[in-house]
């Protein structure tokens, strides 16, 4: 099993993460760090945009990868 991790970085807006019984409030120079693997999801409000930078996390026993990405509503 692939040990799965996301660390987000906002840039600008607002975007709340639940998982399990906790929700996050994501605002400008928030950094979460998530294990992709338990349930999530991701809640921009409406009217709001969410700018945030990710390096996602993948690790098995064979292999190390690591990728690099960045999403924007612009």
Not at 6 to 21: A, D, K, N, Y
Not at 48 to 74: L, P, T
Request: glycine share 6%; aromatic share 8%; hydrophobic share 25%.
């Amino acid at each position: 099993q692939l040990d799965s991790y996301q660390l987000i970085l906002t840039c600008s807006g607002h975007c709340q993460v639940e998982t399990g019984s906790h929700r996050y409030d994501c605002t400008k120079g928030t950094v979460l760090l998530m294990d992709c693997r338990a349930p999530h999801v991701y809640r921009v409000p409406k009217g709001e945009c969410w700018d945030y930078k990710h390096i996602h996390f993948e690790v098995d026993e064979k292999s190390r990868r690591v990728e690099i990405g960045r999403a924007s509503c612009r």
